[in-house]
T-cell receptor, first 114, second 109 residues
Framework: IAGITQAPTSQILAAGRRMTLRCTQD?????MYWYRQDLGLGLRLIHY???????GKGEVPDGYSVSRANTDDFPLTLASAVPSQTSVYFC?????????????FGPGTRLTVL | GQNIDQPTEMTATEGAIVQINCTYQ??????LFWYQQHAGEAPTFLSY????GLEEKGRFSSFLSRSKGYSYLLLKELQMKDSASYLC??????????FGKGTSLLVTP
């Protein structure tokens, strides 16, 4: 693994189903983030984690949960998917307190909820 | 709350210079980022400003005025590959990035 990866690349999901989007980074970054990107709305923060074992809510957390059991992995779970959760989901990471806190983004997961 | 504004679309000619403006009103400020995003791809980092002034990096420069809540991204010697969305983002005191809606730049021959 080099950098930050996400799986799956895309997914079509029936409403009401449970879904976990995976995110893994090998840069030993302490902070990780989940965003969703929708046309006309830009990138919006769903949840974040500044260090392993801690998580926080972003701008649009409802319907989503996260966990951060270790430094590398930050899965995002939709407990019961709804059509409004159709979006492109980006995971990002950064080394907080570095020179610029630049966030590195994964390639994204395109999720369609029918 | 967070309010970050940038133009929705801009068009410029290959070889020209274009300036993309961003104004912000945020609770807490740790720095301002510019990202580039090509269609169907992830955002990639372009620049970071935490102090007032101009940061230059090759064909791209970014300016910040914290007192005015204003930044711009300057792209020189435009190339066709510069056609992309440009995202302005403010880092708040909790280290979260708050993004504007992005400016879609089209470079024409």
């Amino acid at each position: 693994i080099a950098g930050i990866t996400q799986a799956p690349t895309s997914q079509i999901l029936a409403a009401g189903r449970r879904m976990t989007l995976r995110c893994t980074q090998d840069m030993r970054h302490n902070a990780m983030y989940w965003y969703r990107q929708d046309l006309g709305l830009g990138l919006r923060l769903i949840h974040y984690s500044n260090t392993a074992g801690t998580t926080g809510k972003g701008e649009v957390p409802d319907g989503y949960s996260v966990s951060r059991a270790n430094t590398d992995d930050f899965p995002l779970t939709l407990a019961s998917a709804v059509p409004s959760q159709t979006s492109v989901y980006f995971c990002a990471s950064t080394r907080l307190a570095g020179e610029s806190n630049e966030q590195f983004f994964g390639p994204g997961t395109r999720l369609t909820v029918l | 709350g967070q309010n970050i504004d940038q133009p929705t679309e801009m068009t410029a000619t290959e070889g020209a210079i274009v300036q993309i403006n961003c104004t912000y009103q945020t609770s807490g400020f740790n720095g301002l980022f510019w990202y580039q995003q090509h269609a169907g791809e992830a955002p990639t980092f372009l620049s970071y400003n935490v102090l007032d002034g101009l940061e230059e990096k090759g064909r791209f420069s970014s300016f910040l005025s914290r007192s005015k809540g204003y930044s711009y991204l300057l792209l020189k010697e435009l190339q066709m590959k510069d056609s992309a969305s440009y995202l302005c983002a403010v880092e708040d005191s909790g280290y979260a990035l708050n993004f504007g809606k992005g400016t879609s730049l089209l470079v024409t021959p």
